[in-house]
């Protein structure tokens, strides 16, 4: 909003920005909060000091310290905020009540380090057949390990009974694999059992704080009988 009174002390705009373009949720990270009012109207351009400005932010996601500040001789007023445990985009949000006058920026927030794998795939399956292997990952506070500042690889490994002939089927039946981690922190894939049974066992290497981590899924002759 840009204001036409025309006269010198009167403000009719304010910035507001973050000197981080990221925090991590983990209840310690902050960052500077700057804002800074002037007056735009021409002949009488420049900052106003002495303008008490509120600042607010979803309290899910941290919080302001001071949430009202008054800006000094070069129309500027600093104020902190400290993250909690949440990820995600808060609007920090500067308001000159006296003349309705307000602007806002964005604070990402990235997850903690990777702390938490959650496995989803079948106990058994037939000798020779693909099964599903799905994994999510979170934060210890339980915010998914997404992909907003960068991407996230795991590697993981199969191996089972002899001719220990499983695989990954989206590395060409390979023993080992990459995957990335989608926009939830999730990745999917599918296992191909050994031809003999007994446990396949799939070990997915340390990521972030999680040390390796081993699952298995029991290669079963429960099909149709084939020969005697």
Not at 95 to 102: K, P, Q, R, W, Y
Not at 113 to 129: E, I, K, M, N
Not at 182 to 195: H, M, P
Not at 206 to 224: Q, R, V, Y
Request: aromatic content about 8%; proline content about 7%.
């Amino acid at each position: 909003f840009v204001g036409t009174v025309g006269a010198v002390g009167i403000p009719d705009t304010v910035t507001v920005s973050t000197d981080k373009t990221w925090v991590t949720a983990n209840n310690v990270d902050q960052s500077t909060i700057t804002i800074i009012v002037m007056n735009t109207t021409p002949g009488y351009t420049g900052a106003v000091p002495g303008v008490t400005v509120n600042l607010a932010v979803d309290p899910l996601y941290g919080m302001l310290s001071p949430a009202t500040v008054t800006t000094n001789l070069s129309g500027m007023a600093l104020s902190t905020f400290k993250v909690k445990t949440k990820s995600g985009a808060p609007q920090i949000t500067a308001t000159i009540n006296a003349i309705a006058v307000s602007n806002s920026t964005i604070q990402n927030i990235d997850h903690d380090s990777p702390y938490y794998p959650y496995f989803s795939h079948p106990l058994s399956g037939t000798v020779a057949s693909e099964v599903p292997f799905n994994i999510s990952i979170t934060d210890r506070w339980g915010n998914q390990i997404d992909n907003r500042r960068g991407s996230h690889t795991l590697t993981l490994q199969v191996h089972g009974p002899a001719p220990d002939d499983c695989g990954f089927a989206e590395a060409g039946y390979s023993h080992s694999v990459s995957r990335l981690l989608d926009a939830n922190g999730n990745t999917s894939l599918k296992v191909r059992l050994t031809t003999k049974i007994g446990p396949n066992n799939i070990l997915m290497t340390a990521f972030g704080s999680i040390p390796d981590k081993l699952e298995w899924i029991n290669a079963d002759t429960n099909s149709i009988p084939f020969s005697m």
